[in-house]
């Protein structure tokens, strides 16, 4: 973003550009899934019960509904 703001003048300098050498790394790889239907609908009751923030429920559902990523869900707006 920061360099989108450099290239058309918006910014002089990215305040950003050092962080890459202190975050750690991305895990890479494949990640866990439930594929049988018994243990997704036991994690899909757990969530339902747990006390999360308000938002968690219904977007655990989507997740469920649509398999897109969790990212893809945080970004539809």
Excluded: C
């Amino acid at each position: 973003m920061f360099i989108y703001g450099i290239a058309q003048g918006v910014v002089e300098k990215d305040p950003a550009a050092k962080l890459g050498a202190v975050l750690k790394p991305l895990r890479k790889g494949r990640q866990p899934a439930i594929t049988d239907l018994v243990p997704l609908r036991r994690m899909i009751a757990t969530a339902e019960e747990d006390y999360a923030r308000p938002a968690t429920r219904p977007a655990l559902g989507l997740l469920a509904l649509s398999a897109v990523r969790p990212s893809e869900l945080r970004s539809a707006a």
